[in-house]
Each structure stands twice: as structure tokens, then as C-alpha cells.
């Protein structure tokens, strides 16, 4: 079904056709084109990080980021309960094992839980600013010291949340907030990080490019037409973000006090706007009928069948999974439309 206003759309305003369209009458559309180095020196450069190394996902980012730390058999991950399933899926992919931690009342990493689940084996935590919103990282930081771990940030929701760990990863896939198609990218301080992920992206190929490959290693590597979109979206990203800021004020002011709606907290940057809504599917029927599409929340990675734990109803995380969903966020989302999913929803709770 085509829906008038879909839940995201990318924002392609910008220089994205002449980058392409350079790099396609320059034959420079590999991961060896110009661009790619642009794109990451501009987004690195942007939050305020020494190094950026592209990859073709922000699985991918996350895969690579964690195998530059060392990560593999036998070592634990702390990872979110609320989160998307690829952020766990990193993990399992090095044959590590990722521990769960339960949310907040705003669905992030609960950092006040997160020294019980630190074992011998645990080595890396991963919080996830989720929906747009930053992780309690003064406290994460403080555990990471104070145990000697690592910290991936997976901040593929949450470009314009600047990195504090030591090593951040972005997701570009269509619906975030900046964009190209499919991507994603490292950040770090650490030059030998950046090196190893950087070698590992690119099959582990050697300098002298003799087809000598040391390690196993893997081709996750952008290439430089999505560069060319990627780099033209960080030239317009507070930009962007001030568009979000603005939708994401509109809809707090609009759906203000309805009675069976639960608005959740204010996010530092706005990826979806998320509520909690008493008869979802209902209400996620009905939005749809009247061309309005919606998504529910995640569902808690115990509650996965590869991770399965049978208390995990019990958990904060699937409290909110059970009635939260997010309505259709993107940048060229106008006024106009703003107000008619509005009045759709206050129409369904009887709040007109």
C-alpha cells in the first residue's frame, strides 16, 4: 500500500546528484573514489573526532569496530535489551556472547544496571543512543575506567550525538538522519583503531597489494556514488537536525494531554518521534487507513528467538514494547502534514 505519509523518507536536498553524477562521468564509483575520503574526514571532522572509516552498514560499522578491539570467542559484551536486533547481531557474528542490560523509563541503557552484569569475561559495553537520545555516558565512562573495558557506541539513531568512547558507529541507511542508501561509519581517536578497521573493511589486504591476506578479514567497504550522498548530507546536517528539532516540537505541542497517549521524553536529536499509545494496533490500523503509516516499538532481545530468555515479559524494555510506536518522522515532513496526523490521532482518542 502506498502511504501519503510514509514513516521516513530520505532528505536529498542538497549536492547529492552532482556528487554522483561527478563521480559517475569521473568512472570513480568504487570504494577507491575521492569521496570516500571526503565523507570521512568531513564527518569526523564534524564531531570533532580524529578519524572516520566508512563501511557498508552500520551492522558492518559495529562488526569491524568490535574486531579492532580484539573481541571473539568467549568474551562478554554488555549490550541494551532495547535496541535494534543488529546491534546484538555484531556480537554473535565474532562467536562473543552479549549480556543484556534493561532500559530506562527513556528505553536507554540503564547505566545504574549495568556494574552486575560486569563478569571476567566482559570487555566491551555497548550503549545505543536509541530514538535520538544520549546514553547516560559520564556514568558508562566512569564503569569502563574503573573495570578496564571498551566502548562501542552504536549511534546509528543518532547522528548529531557526539562520540565520548572509543569508538562510535553510524548507520546511513535510508531512514536515519543523514543518509547514503546503505552505509556506515566508524569514529575514533585512536590512530591504530582506525587502521584496523580500515583493514579489516577491506578484506585485510596488504600494503604491497600482492593478494597476501593475513587474517581473515571482510569487504564492507562504501563505495564512492554512496560517499558522494553521504558527503553532500554532512555538508547540510545542522541543518537537518534544526528541521528535526522543529517536527519534534510540533507534534509534543500537538499531542499534548490526550487521554489514552503518553508522550516520552525529549531526545537530543530527533530520529522518530515516539509514544506510548493505550490500543495500538488499533490506533496503528486506523492511522493507516487514513494514510498515516506507523511502526511499534522494538522488541527486547531476550524476547529474539536466537537469545531467548523466558522472564523477559518481565522486563522494563517489554513494557514499552507493548504499547510504543513511533509516527512518521523525516525532514521534509511539512506543517500541514504534521497537522493532519495530529488530528488523525486526537480523532481516534475521541480529542478533537
Request: net charge negative; with cysteine; glycine share 8%.
Amino acid at each position: 500500500m502506498s502511504l501519503t505519509y510514509p514513516i521516513s523518507k530520505p532528505c536529498l536536498g542538497g549536492n547529492e546528484l552532482a556528487y554522483v553524477t561527478e563521480a559517475v562521468t569521473g568512472n570513480w564509483i568504487s570504494s577507491q573514489g575521492p569521496n570516500v575520503a571526503k565523507f570521512e574526514r568531513a564527518f569526523a571532522e564534524y564531531n570533532g573526532v580524529a578519524r572516520g572509516v566508512s563501511c557498508s552498514s552500520g551492522t558492518a560499522a559495529l562488526t569491524v569496530a568490535l574486531r579492532a578491539l580484539g573481541v571473539g570467542p568467549g568474551d562478554e559484551i554488555l549490550v541494551p535489551e532495547f535496541t535494534y536486533v543488529a546491534s546484538a547481531w555484531a556480537v554473535t557474528y565474532l562467536g562473543a556472547t552479549p549480556v543484556f542490560v534493561d532500559c530506562a523509563d527513556d528505553l536507554t541503557i540503564d547505566a545504574g544496571l549495568i556494574e552486575e552484569k560486569i563478569t571476567p569475561r566482559t570487555k566491551v559495553i555497548m550503549p545505543v543512543h536509541v530514538y535520538g537520545r544520549r546514553c547516560d555516558m559520564a556514568t558508562i565512562m566512569r564503569l569502563a575506567h574503573e573495570y578496564g573495558l571498551r566502548v562501542v557506541e552504536d549511534t546509528a539513531e543518532a547522528h548529531g550525538v557526539r562520540p565520548v568512547g572509543d569508538i562510535a558507529c553510524f548507520s546511513l541507511f535510508a531512514n536515519k538522519i543523514i543518509t547514503s542508501g546503505e552505509g556506515g561509519i566508524c569514529l575514533t581517536d585512536d590512530p591504530w583503531l582506525a587502521d584496523q578497521m580500515a583493514h579489516l573493511r577491506g578484506l585485510g589486504a596488504s600494503s604491497e597489494h600482492n593478494y597476501l591476506h593475513r587474517k581473515v578479514a571482510y569487504n564492507f567497504r562504501l563505495t564512492n556514488l554512496q560517499a558522494s550522498v553521504a558527503l553532500a548530507q554532512v555538508e547540510r546536517l545542522d541543518e537537518i537536525l534544526a528541521m528535526r528539532a522543529t517536527i519534534e516540537k510540533r507534534y509534543q505541542a500537538g499531542l499534548e494531554g490526550i487521554e489514552g497517549l503518553t508522550l516520552m521524553p525529549p531526545r537530543d536529536v530527533l530520529w522518530m518521534f515516539d509514544v506510548l499509545a493505550d490500543r495500538r494496533e488499533e490506533l496503528g490500523a486506523y492511522l493507516v487507513g487514513e494514510g498515516v503509516d506507523t511502526r511499534p516499538f522494538f522488541i527486547p532481545m531476550s524476547g529474539q528467538p536466537m537469545y531467548h530468555d523466558p522472564s523477559w515479559r518481565s522486563l522494563n524494555a517489554a513494557r514499552f514494547s507493548a504499547s510504543g510506536l513511533y509516527l512518521p518522522t523525516y525532514t521534509d515532513l511539512t506543517e500541514h502534514d504534521q497537522d493532519y496526523i495530529i488530528s488523525r490521532i486526537r480523532h481516534f482518542y475521541g480529542a478533537d
